[in-house]
């Protein structure tokens, strides 16, 4: 089992920075590639990026790319989500998933996922 805990989620203006941490436990956390997602209301939930297990990899959504950045540190049993000019519709719930090794393309389906935190809320006002 692998637990997951989201931080770093709050209420900001259009153009502010966050970073959102994902804090794992249980199982050995460098073994998992780690994703994360997020959920707007009254939408699907939708891929943001994803890690490969050893961090040689990121793939990110392209209505985020060049905004946001994903990382780990293996140290810390930590990933996070660094997201730099947000905007209203980046506006969700935040959830952060975890996996065991898997190809880079499958990181982006929510299916692929064993483990889910309980997610963070951002709001970004105009």
């Known amino acids: 089992q692998v637990q997951l805990v989201e931080s770093g989620g709050g209420l900001v203006q259009a153009g502010d920075s966050l970073r959102l941490s994902c804090a794992a436990s249980?199982?050995?956390?460098?073994?998992?590639?780690m994703g994360w997602f997020r959920r707007a209301p009254g939408k699907e939930r939708e891929f943001v990026a994803a890690?490969?297990?050893?961090?040689?990899?990121?793939i990110y959504s392209e209505s985020v790319k060049g905004r946001i950045t994903i990382s780990r540190d293996g140290a810390k049993n930590t990933v996070y989500l660094r997201m730099n000019s947000l905007k209203p519709e980046d506006t969700a719930v935040y959830y952060c998933a975890a996996t065991p090794p898997t190809s880079s393309i499958s990181l982006r389906f929510p299916d692929q996922y064993h483990y889910w935190g309980q997610g963070t809320q951002v709001t970004v006002s105009s």
């Open positions: 890690i490969t297990w050893s961090g040689g990899s990121t």
């Open positions: 249980g199982r050995v956390f460098s073994s998992y590639s």
